[in-house]
């Protein structure tokens, strides 16, 4: 199986490790709703079909990827850099540090 790194181009499977569902939401850090952080760590679905995942290309350049696998055939129809998506999420409980 080959992985479109959108950096490195097309590298085996091996280069890659993952990283877990990327369907996940994790929880407001401050909450202490224990339904929800069960559910964060522990309930998984069990697609059979096109899959949100999370990808790390670590024999190569080290981003983070998502990505769409089918479950079933292995076919892979997208790539991008995970990194991008926290600009599409809006992050309340996150500071920007030290810049205004
Ligand atoms: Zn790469």
């Known amino acids: 199986m ?3 790194c959108p950096y490195c181009g097309p590298r085996d499977l091996s280069e890659f490790s993952y990283q877990g569902d990327g369907n996940r939401t994790r929880p407001d850090p401050a909450s202490t709703d224990q339904a929800e952080w069960n559910a964060y760590v522990y309930d998984r679905t069990n697609i059979a079909g096109d899959h949100n995942e999370i990808w790390q290309h670590a024999g190569g350049c080290r ?16 790539v991008s850099f995970a990194r991008d998506e926290r600009h599409k999420k809006p992050h309340g409980h996150r500071r920007s540090g030290a810049h205004s």
Request: glycine share 0%.
């Open 63 to 78: 981003a983070h990827l998502r990505l769409t696998r089918n479950t079933l055939t292995h076919k892979i129809t997208s």
């Open 2 to 4: 080959l992985i479109n």
